[in-house]
């Protein structure tokens, strides 16, 4: 879906590590655009603690209210105050107009101090901000484009099912976006069942992503 995104990230892969070297902790911290691509889906589709989640308040408070005009809304002790981390982190008075786009380059610009320095615990991934176990991706995703240079959807491979209805085209928000639809439990999570060889094509398993997720892969 992103191919100058891609090829990008494999320029800084092959400057940073090399086409061969193993990745390790110090050679991919200096890849400022790899977590930046990790992070840029996050805002919009947490692949951890997706679901709602609630605080339990310690002592009586209040919060102010929404409308400046009102008086603040008083919340005694003991009480659960449930929240969505999905609605939030789409909300655009938190990450911007372009709340729902998938742009990496939002924590590399000036966004990113507009935004996320302000406050970060509004990145809720894991509840607070981020958490180091995500880094482990990076080794993933590296040793993908260390032995690919261009992976993208291949329609023509899987069944129907496995891609969004036609009339989602058009349609507001992630809905006019998305080319397919990841499940969830706990995490989000995919499961590769099948590799193809000749033009590299991969699947996930039907039963994690619905039809399962038909990819291509260029091989270096």
């Given amino acids: 879906m992103y191919p100058d995104v891609t090829v990008r990230l494999r320029e800084e892969i092959m400057a940073c590590v090399g086409p061969a070297n193993a990745p390790t902790y110090k050679n991919i911290k200096p890849t400022k655009y790899l977590g930046a691509v990790i992070n840029g889906p996050l805002i919009y589709e947490l692949t951890i603690c997706n679901a709602s989640s609630h605080r339990e308040t310690i002592k009586a408070t209040t919060w102010p209210s929404p409308n400046s005009a009102e008086k603040p809304i008083y919340i005694p002790a003991g009480v659960k105050v449930p929240y969505s981390m999905m609605i939030m982190q789409r909300r655009k008075d938190l990450w911007g107009p372009d709340a729902n786009e998938f742009d990496p380059d939002r924590f590399l610009d000036e966004r990113v101090h507009k935004y996320l320095v302000a406050n970060l615990l509004q990145f809720l991934l894991s509840n607070a901000g981020p958490r180091i176990c995500l880094g482990q991706q990076s080794f993933v995703i590296i040793r993908l484009l260390q032995n690919f240079s261009l992976v993208s959807l291949a329609p023509d491979a899987g069944p129907p099912h496995a891609f969004v209805p036609a009339e989602w085209e058009g349609k507001a928000g992630r809905k006019g976006v998305e080319q397919f639809r ?4 706990l995490t989000m999570y995919t499961l590769v069942s099948k590799i193809c060889s000749g033009d590299m094509r991969l699947r996930i398993q039907h039963d994690i992503i619905q039809g399962g ?8």
């Fill in 213 to 220: 997720l038909w990819v291509k892969m260029k091989e270096v």
């Fill in 182 to 185: 990841p499940r969830s439990h």
